[in-house]
Structures are given as structure tokens and as C-alpha cells.
T-cell receptor, first 113, second 113 residues
Framework: AQKVTQAQTEISVVEKEDVTLDCVYE???????LFWYKQPPSGELVFLIR??????QNEISGRYSWNFQKSTSSFNFTITASQVVDSAVYFC??????????FGTGTSLTVIP | NAGVTQTPKFRVLKTGQSMTLLCAQD?????MYWYRQDPGMGLRLIHY???????AKGEVPDGYNVSRLKKQNFLLGLESAAPSQTSVYFC????????????FGSGTRLTVV
């Protein structure tokens, strides 16, 4: 069975603080992709990143970075020097060889100015 | 390039009324999906389609029907709306390769009173 767990339901940080959003997944497949999506207050779902199961290199994109560790089945997302515009709900998702994604329940991030 | 377009964006229904949500994509994607998003529950798959003329049940299919008569369109129907179907509905599409990412529509906010 596939499962994605985002244990942090809500997080609040003060602007400019760093914040890490946790994502733990379960799958028996050896081939899979992991995704992060952002849902700002406007409601749309915005793709952030995709990583495949064979590439454990961490990735940095501006203030965003992702730490993929197969040993702990985690794909954590860090925002450095958070900004108010980062306030959103963030979803982690897994897609394996099946036809669908498995989403976590989301983490609501509030960045306080 | 419109991507995935959902109509309508907002709708209020009375209990027992019926309606159809339309999802249209112009990317020639094989796969299309309908999700509902409820607070604290993340995104749950209602139905999906792996090609024109095909549909399959997802995690929460009861009370909904779907049709995929044309490759670019995926319709979600509510035959007799219930307050429990108050939700935000997202359509998504992807290529047929099983590890492709999703493109989401902007969502439909449905309220059943």
C-alpha cells in the first residue's frame, strides 16, 4: 500500500525564519516519484518539485531546498528566510507505477510578518 | 495554452439537485482525475480515467458519476447532491507514462445547502 504522511498540520513562523516541512512515505515499489505542491490562499495547486526514487541528490532552488532520504523514506522541504508570500498549504505526494498520486493531508504554513 | 480548465468555479446547490462539473485539457493528456479537497483530509481521488471512453473508481466514488466521451474532457456528475458533497473539487490530467506529473485545474468550490 502507498501512503504519504505529513504529520505537521499547521506551522507558524516569523518572517525570515527557516522552516522545514516533513513528508514521510510508504511504498513497496522501487520506482516512484515524489512531489511537492503549493496551494496558496487563492486555491490553485502549484507544482514545486519532482524527484525520482533513484536520485537522492538534494536540490536547491532559490530559498527552497529538498532533502530526499530513502533510508528514512522521507522527502522534506525547507524554506530558508521565509516570506509572507510563502504562506500556503503544502502537499507532498507520491506516484508509483499505478495510475494515481497519493497525497499527504497537507501542512498549512503561516509566515507572520 | 490553457492547460486544465474547470467550469464552473463556484456553485451553490440545494440538496437533491443535480449538476455536472466540466474539466477540459488541451495538452493531449491520456489520464484525467477528479479529486475533492476537504479540511484536514488532503486530496482524495473520486474517479479517474486512463483514456477516452474509460473510467475507474477512486477512493471516494459514492454519489458521483463520470464520463470521458472525448479525450480532452472529463465530466463529474452529482445526481442528487448532498451536504456531505460540499467541497472543493480539483481536476487534474497527466501523460500516460506512469511517472508523469499532474497538471491541476484551478478548482470548483461547491456548496450544497
Amino acid at each position: 500500500a502507498q501512503k504519504v504522511t505529513q504529520a505537521q498540520t499547521e506551522i507558524s513562523v516569523v518572517e525570515k525564519e527557516d522552516v522545514t516541512l516533513d513528508c514521510v512515505y510508504e511504498t513497496r515499489d522501487t520506482t516512484y516519484y515524489l512531489f511537492w505542491y503549493k496551494q496558496p490562499p487563492s486555491g490553485e495547486l502549484v507544482f514545486l518539485i519532482r524527484r525520482n526514487s533513484f536520485d537522492e541528490q538534494n536540490e536547491i532552488s532559490g530559498r527552497y531546498s529538498w532533502n530526499f532520504q530513502k533510508s528514512t523514506s522521507s522527502f522534506n522541504f525547507t524554506i530558508t528566510a521565509s516570506q509572507v508570500v510563502d504562506s500556503a498549504v503544502y502537499f507532498c505526494a507520491l506516484r508509483n507505477t499505478g495510475n494515481q498520486f497519493y497525497f499527504g493531508t497537507g501542512t498549512s504554513l503561516t509566515v507572520i510578518p | 495554452n490553457a492547460g486544465v480548465t474547470q467550469t464552473p468555479k463556484f456553485r451553490v446547490l440545494k440538496t437533491g439537485q443535480s449538476m455536472t462539473l466540466l474539466c477540459a485539457q488541451d495538452m493531449n493528456h491520456e489520464y484525467m482525475y477528479w479529486y475533492r479537497q476537504d479540511p484536514g483530509m488532503g486530496l482524495r481521488l473520486i474517479h479517474y480515467s486512463v483514456g477516452e471512453g474509460t473510467t475507474a473508481k477512486g477512493e471516494v466514488p459514492d454519489g458521483y458519476n463520470v464520463s470521458r466521451l472525448k479525450k480532452q474532457n472529463f465530466l463529474l456528475g452529482l445526481e442528487s447532491a448532498a451536504p456531505s458533497q460540499t467541497s472543493v473539487y480539483f481536476c487534474a490530467s497527466s501523460y500516460g507514462t506512469y511517472l508523469a506529473g499532474y497538471t491541476f485545474g484551478s478548482g470548483t468550490r461547491l456548496t450544497v445547502v
